[in-house]
T-cell receptor, first 114, second 118 residues
């Protein structure tokens, strides 16, 4: 079974500051990991994914995440926050098993202050 | 390119009334299909998933049901809505792809349906 823990339900940063959203996972088999972003009243959009290739994954909108097996982490970062980054972010995990479904974290709402 | 549609976009229904939400996918064949519910201030809860026509797996026992009458159509239904059924319902699809030695299971989400049960 897999699970995801997102530390911090709300994160607030200033425009231009570093964004760091934390995600720790639990999986009994090698995981596939994802970050999604959700703007108000919209569906989820895939930001980036880790599928056992490079451990540093670059995504859209300047975001990137690093897979650290020893820490069971997949934190999302962006060097400089923009006002348009304000949204809710979800980390998700799956494994190559028959279930084929993602397990999502509870989400982190990012606020960007001017 | 692939697109996913959901309708209606918003719905207000009284307690005890029936429900039918529809999801269709274009531009792909034999997708895996999923229904999630997102309650206010909470994460996503997987309700159903389907790997083929007529093949439905239920994740949470409740008064909802799902059907897949066609390859790219996924329907969420209820005979009698409860207040607790209110939420944002998201449909998603995925395909297991082979990229070299890797397989990925990312899901692509529709725009969602906002259901309010009164």
């Amino acid at each position: 079974a897999q699970s995801v823990t997102q530390l911090g339900s709300h994160v607030s940063v200033s425009e231009g500051a570093l964004v760091l959203l934390r995600c720790n996972y639990s999986s009994s088999v090698p995981p596939y990991l994802f970050w999604y972003v959700q703007y108000p009243n919209q569906g989820l959009q895939l930001l980036l994914k880790y599928t056992s290739a490079a451990t540093l994954v670059k995504g859209i909108n300047g975001f990137e995440a690093e897979f650290k097996k020893s820490e069971t982490s997949f934190h999302l970062t962006k060097p400089s926050a923009h006002m348009s980054d304000a949204a809710e972010y979800f980390c998700a995990v799956t494994a190559y098993t028959g279930r084929r479904a993602l397990t999502f974290g509870s989400g982190t709402r990012l606020q960007v202050q001017p | 390119s692939q697109t996913i549609h959901q309708w209606p976009a918003t719905l207000v229904q009284p307690v005890g009334s029936p429900l039918s939400l529809e999801c269709t996918v274009e531009g792909t064949s034999n997708p895996n299909l999923y229904w999630y519910r997102q309650a206010a201030g909470r994460g996503l809860q997987l309700l159903f998933y389907s790997v083929g026509i007529g093949q439905i797996s239920s994740e949470v026992p409740q008064n909802l049901s799902a059907s897949r009458p066609q390859d790219r159509q996924f329907i969420l239904s209820s005979k009698k809505l409860l207040l607790s059924d209110s939420g944002f319902y998201l449909c998603a699809w995925s395909v297991a792809t082979a990229g070299g030695l890797s397989l990925s299971y990312e899901q692509y989400f529709g725009p969602g349906t906002r259901l309010t049960v009164t």
